[in-house]
């Protein structure tokens, strides 16, 4: 497990974001020396405070406040006394997880097993893939190296537990543990490089217990029954007694295959004859077990650390290379965000992260056979070009209720239900009982009727007044009672006609006992406009 410690990360953030703002000033025609000046101001003195108990504290600073005296959990007052020109920086946590998000993207070119140690950590879980960097040592280099190159302070170790190699970060760089010498690498460190709660690590110094081997050498028992178990549970990976799974940012994929450039490539041509290549090999690697894939991301790494993500989705299990291939040339072509290489990607990676088993089916001479096939494959097409969200399809659900009557979903996902389905069949020689668009939200309207519980004569709509000249109805439709919190109105639905012969779908919401039994006194129920008949 290798373990990484941004113990700068807020400062580190904030630094790189005025190199780029500086750099983007120099770029647009800002003086040489005026730039240059600036870009020193960068190592000044910095602090990130944050509100704790109604008082402004340091919550992260950079190396040159640590060397004028400045620590975490300082007061601002204190730190404005010690250092009156000091930078003063909000904190912002939700940057500060988007930055280590952004890292531990990127960490994913080693091991797709990241997760998150927050607020300021990673680990990588190196088990069977370090080989691939040349061994443990230099894949921990390589990734400190590029980390400490982008503008981060990195610290990082390796053990065979998460903990152990946490607790090594906070104290000791570069250190590597062998299995079984875990409880000697930790046993001079303090207890609180454990990351324990400081409530914890205060009652252990009272104690007289400083460091993690002191701990060590008390009764499980002891340490359980005054600070818990939890903590106690810890101290253990600490030792590597017990280890506990991470939990990886993302689910493992069900294969992965990847290409790695000596030198960084930018050219369109190449990164398409790239996925082309990738998308080859997958497909063959699936076809040794017999599944198609389902869901598919190309990832794209450039040098600079930054990370892209393209995903399509499919509706049946893909088999053939050509056809991957093609969905994300539609995806590419559809961005909005163009595919920025910036100095070039070093690796572009190609997963299947959901796949099925393909089944082979009978075909015989039916000419309409594989009809079903090439609707799906015009559906997955579309939807890599405008989101697999806007092509839909419409499923009959078993109500009365107008607005529920239809489902819309993915027809990815649901183009086989949808052609399986059975619509209520139209009487031949008649009009149609309900509109084939609703409005989204019924639209109130006044009415006017020669009966209290009779159909409307005239109505007013969107300010036009309507004379109703023909009348079917009303069709009775009492609200499904047990999904509403409270009692719900029965509505009685009218098909009218106008003088101009404009056709509309109203209700009167509510009976009289209804509304009666609901107020308390007689009013004229609501009338509203649910939809127009072509």
């Known amino acids: 497990m290798l373990s990484l410690w941004l113990p700068r990360l807020p400062t580190d953030r904030i630094r790189r974001l005025r190199a780029k703002t500086l750099l983007r000033e120099a770029v647009i025609g800002s003086r040489e020396d005026d730039a240059s000046n600036r870009l020193e101001q960068l190592d000044e003195l910095s602090i990130v405070v944050a509100r704790q108990n109604n008082m402004l504290r340091i919550s992260a600073l950079n190396d040159a406040a640590t060397h004028v005296g400045l620590a975490v959990d300082l007061p601002l007052a204190n730190a404005r006394a010690i250092c009156?020109?000091?930078?003063?920086?909000?904190?912002?946590?939700?940057?500060?997880?988007?930055?280590l998000n952004a890292i531990a993207e990127w960490c994913d070119r080693f091991t797709p097993l990241v997760a998150l140690d927050l607020p300021h950590g990673l680990f990588l879980d190196i088990s069977g893939c370090a080989h691939l960097f040349g061994g443990e040592a230099a894949m921990m280099n390589l990734v400190c190296s590029?980390?400490?190159?982008?503008?981060?302070?990195?610290?990082?170790?390796?053990?065979?537990?998460?903990?152990?190699?946490?607790?090594?970060?906070?104290?000791?760089?570069g250190r590597i543990v062998r299995d079984g010498e875990e409880a000697e690498a930790v046993r001079l460190l303090p207890i609180s490089a454990l990351?324990?709660?400081?409530?914890?690590?205060?009652?252990?110094?009272?104690a007289g217990l400083k460091t993690i081997g002191e701990v060590a050498d008390r009764g499980r028992h002891e340490i359980t029954a005054r600070f818990g178990a939890r903590f106690t549970a810890l101290l253990e990976q600490a030792l590597g007694h017990s280890d506990a799974p991470i939990s990886p940012r993302k689910p493992l994929p069900d294969y992965i295959v990847e290409k790695r450039f000596a030198e960084p490539v930018a050219t369109e041509a190449v990164i398409s004859a790239t996925l082309s290549?990738?998308?080859?090999?997958?497909?063959?690697?699936?076809?040794?077990?017999?599944?198609?894939?389902?869901q598919l991301e190309a990832r794209f790494f450039r040098t600079d650390g930054a990370v892209r993500t393209i995903t399509v989705d499919t509706g049946q299990p893909v088999t053939r290379g050509e056809v991957i291939d093609r969905l994300f040339r539609e995806r590419l072509e559809a961005l909005s965000d163009p595919l920025d290489p910036g100095f070039g990607f070093d690796l572009i990676r190609l997963t299947a992260s959901?796949?099925?088993?393909?089944?082979?089916?009978?075909?015989?001479?039916?000419a309409h056979v594989h009809d079903q096939d090439e609707v799906s494959a015009l559906i997955?097409?579309?939807?890599?070009?405008?989101?697999?969200?806007?092509?839909?399809?419409?499923?009959?659900?078993?109500?009365?209720?107008?607005?529920?009557?239809?489902?819309?979903?993915?027809?990815?996902?649901?183009?086989?239900?949808?052609?399986?389905?059975?619509?209520?069949?139209?009487?031949?020689?008649?009009?149609?009982?309900?509109?084939?668009?609703?409005?989204?939200?019924?639209?109130?309207?006044?009415?006017?009727?020669?009966?209290?519980?009779?159909?409307?004569?005239?109505?007013?709509?969107?300010?036009?007044t309507h004379a109703v000249v023909r009348?079917?109805?009303?069709?009775?439709?009492?609200?499904?009672?047990?999904?509403?919190?409270?009692?719900?109105?029965?509505?009685?639905?009218?098909?009218?006609?106008?003088?101009?012969?404009?056709?509309?779908?109203?209700?009167?919401?509510?009976?009289?006992?209804?509304?009666?039994?609901q107020e308390g006194k007689a009013v004229l129920p609501n009338w509203f406009m649910h939809g127009l008949f072509a």
């Not at 981060?152 to 998460?162: D, P």
């Not at 990351?195 to 009272?206: E, F, H, I, K, Y």
């Not at 009167?508 to 039994?517: H, K, S, T, V, Y």
């Open 84 to 99: 009156p020109d000091v930078q003063v920086h909000d904190a912002d946590e939700v940057a500060d997880a988007d930055a």
């Open 146 to 173: 590029v980390l400490t190159a982008q503008g981060f302070r990195v610290s990082g170790a390796i053990a065979g537990t998460a903990v152990c190699a946490r607790t090594l970060t906070r104290h000791v760089h």
């Open 195 to 206: 990351g324990a709660d400081m409530a914890v690590v205060t009652g252990l110094r009272r």
């Open 277 to 294: 290549g990738l998308a080859g090999t997958l497909v063959a690697a699936m076809g040794k077990q017999g599944k198609g894939a389902r």
């Open 354 to 366: 959901r796949t099925e088993i393909v089944v082979q089916e009978q075909r015989d001479l039916d």
């Open 380 to 464: 997955d097409r579309i939807a890599a070009r405008i989101g697999g969200k806007r092509v839909v399809v419409h499923l009959p659900q078993d109500t009365h209720i107008p607005e529920r009557a239809v489902l819309k979903a993915p027809a990815q996902h649901h183009l086989l239900e949808a052609a399986q389905s059975t619509w209520p069949a139209r009487v031949a020689g008649e009009p149609p009982l309900r509109p084939l668009r609703l409005f989204e939200r019924p639209e109130q309207i006044k009415v006017i009727a020669e009966v209290p519980d009779g159909p409307p004569a005239r109505f007013v709509w969107r300010r036009a």
């Open 471 to 517: 009348v079917e109805g009303p069709e009775r439709v009492a609200m499904e009672w047990w999904r509403a919190g409270s009692a719900v109105l029965t509505r009685d639905y009218f098909r009218v006609e106008d003088e101009e012969g404009l056709r509309f779908w109203v209700y009167r919401d509510g009976l009289f006992e209804e509304i009666e039994q």
